[in-house]
């Protein structure tokens, strides 16, 4: 069991449970909610002697107690633990006095709690996602000017790997660019392209979000851009690795790079964010830009995955750095102007990983 505290919700099953009480208990009935939660734990539960049996029975106490919805077996069952103590056997032996001592308070401050008169009903309405644009939309904004002096959200002025690629001329830029890109102060354009569905939560299978997906005009001036000067504009790819194997980073094993031309926004109110970062921002609505976008990219051999996800201004650096990288490299890009048009070359599988070894390697030389 992780662990880094004394308090109720320090370790890593209680998280666990609390982040899946949060996903559920908003769609599904008090009753449904209960027994799914027990059923997802059935195995820690089938054996009262796992130490992280009375964690569990802490924590979903807590948070039923918390929303009202407490049933008197759970609270019964709970409370048989805490005047046991249950739990405790793994602090006696690994912790200090001081810690010890706190951990007992945490579980009278519960055992308190429950006994007490429980609060009303008060589980949050569950919401789903809709798209905040239709296809066609384009936001416009301006890039802010620079407040920190340390750090420019609106700038990318090196580049930390070029392994991945072939050209030698691209690999070369590895570094500070001689010719890096300040965007404070210039216009950039966004088009939705559409929209796409991703699960919910992981427990309920049938529930979905449904997002705007974005694409990054290759579009960047002092000047207001008008639908006319769009319409003649290509589109930003960004690179994205792709690994095999298993869930943890060091059982992965990179595979290949691939092309991605679309991405969605983590919350579909990042107009919030983008409001701080920007000097004036306008939606241009109803054009048949999407439609543009898809004749070309629906014909390219390009990733149809919307796994890009990311924040505002994050999406500014991930669809922008390529196409400084090769400006700087002197070589040219597929911004879905033309069928024919490529993007330049990647290396995939032992090769990839060679190449990234030899990178490392003179990181570590230096």
Not at 83 to 111: F, H, N, P, T
Not at 177 to 188: D, S, T, V
Request: proline share 4%.
């Amino acid at each position: 069991m992780g662990c880094w505290g004394m308090g109720l919700y320090c370790n890593d099953i209680a998280e666990d449970v609390l982040d899946m009480c949060r996903e559920i208990f908003p769609f599904l009935t008090v009753e449904e909610g209960i027994k799914m939660v027990i059923e997802e734990y059935k195995e820690i539960l089938d054996d009262p002697e796992d130490e992280e049996y009375a964690n569990f029975w802490y924590v979903f106490s807590d948070y039923l107690w918390k929303h009202g919805v407490l049933t008197d077996e759970i609270k019964n069952h709970t409370l048989k633990l805490l005047e046991q103590k249950a739990g405790m056997e793994i602090w006696y032996e690994e912790a200090c006095k001081s810690d010890i001592k706190k951990r007992l308070a945490v579980l009278e401050k519960l055992e308190n709690q429950l006994k007490s008169q429980m609060p009303q009903c008060k589980i949050p309405k569950g919401r789903l996602s809709k798209p905040k644009f239709k296809a066609g939309d384009i936001i416009v904004f301006k890039a802010g000017h620079q407040e920190d002096e340390e750090y420019n959200p609106w700038s990318i002025e090196y580049r930390d790997a070029t392994f991945m690629y072939s050209d030698p001329r691209i690999i070369r830029c590895r570094g500070d660019f001689n010719k890096p890109l300040i965007a404070n102060g210039k216009y950039m354009a966004i088009l939705c392209t559409g929209s796409t569905k991703e699960q919910h939560t992981q427990y309920l299978p049938d529930l979905y979000d449904e997002k705007s997906e974005y694409a990054f005009y290759d579009y960047m001036s002092e000047k207001k851009p008008t639908f006319e000067d769009l319409r003649s504009c290509g589109f930003l790819p960004c690179i994205s690795s792709v690994s095999e194997g298993g869930s943890q980073p060091s059982e992965q094993k990179l595979v290949c790079y691939e092309w991605k031309y679309k991405f969605i926004f983590y919350t579909e109110n990042f107009l919030s964010d983008a409001k701080k970062e920007t000097t004036d921002l306008f939606v241009i609505k109803g054009t048949n830009e999407a439609e543009r976008f898809h004749r070309v990219f629906d014909k390219k051999d390009y990733s149809q995955e919307n796994t890009l996800k990311t924040w505002f201004t994050e999406a500014f650096n991930s669809m922008w750095e390529e196409k400084v990288l090769f400006l700087n490299a002197g070589v040219e890009f597929d911004n879905l102007t033309e069928e024919n048009g490529k993007n330049p070359e990647t290396l995939k599988d032992k090769e990839l990983r060679l190449a990234l070894k030899r990178e490392v390697e003179e990181d570590e030389r230096l």
